[in-house]
Nanobody
Framework: QVQLVESGGGWVQAGGSLRLSCAAS????????MGWFRQAPGKDREFVAAINWTGSRTYYADSVKGRFTCSRDNAKNTVYLQMNSLTPEDTAVYYC???????????????WGQGTQVTVSS
């Protein structure tokens, strides 16, 4: 089992940057693939990024490639999402998730954080 808590969300003007953090509890953090998802008002939750347990491989949605970077520090039980060149289309609640294998599908992740709001103004 693992518990996840996101932080780092907030308000930013278009073109700005934010770094989200996801702190995990427990002693099994390094065993999990970590994913980032987001959900905008009136829309389904969508995949943003994922990272394998060693941090050697990352995966990104086409909409964020070249702008977002996912990383992890297993010693600190923390995964990060660096978001650059933000646009209003990035406005959403961002969630981190943990699973046993890397995937872009919501249902395949076993554990979820409560989310952190990101608002990008034009």
């Amino acid at each position: 089992q693992v518990q996840l808590v996101e932080s780092g969300g907030g308000w930013v003007q278009a073109g700005g940057s934010l770094r989200l953090s996801c702190a995990a509890s427990g002693r099994t953090f390094s065993s999990f693939v970590m994913g980032w998802f987001r959900q905008a008002p009136g829309k389904d939750r969508e995949f943003v990024a994922a990272i394998n347990w060693t941090g050697s491989r990352t995966y990104y949605a086409d909409s964020v490639k070249g702008r977002f970077t996912c990383s992890r520090d297993n010693a600190k039980n923390t995964v990060y999402l660096q978001m650059n060149s933000l646009t209003p289309e990035d406005t959403a609640v961002y969630y981190c998730a943990a699973g046993l294998s890397i995937t872009t599908r919501n249902r395949d992740y076993n554990y979820w954080g409560q989310g952190t709001q990101v608002t990008v103004s034009s």
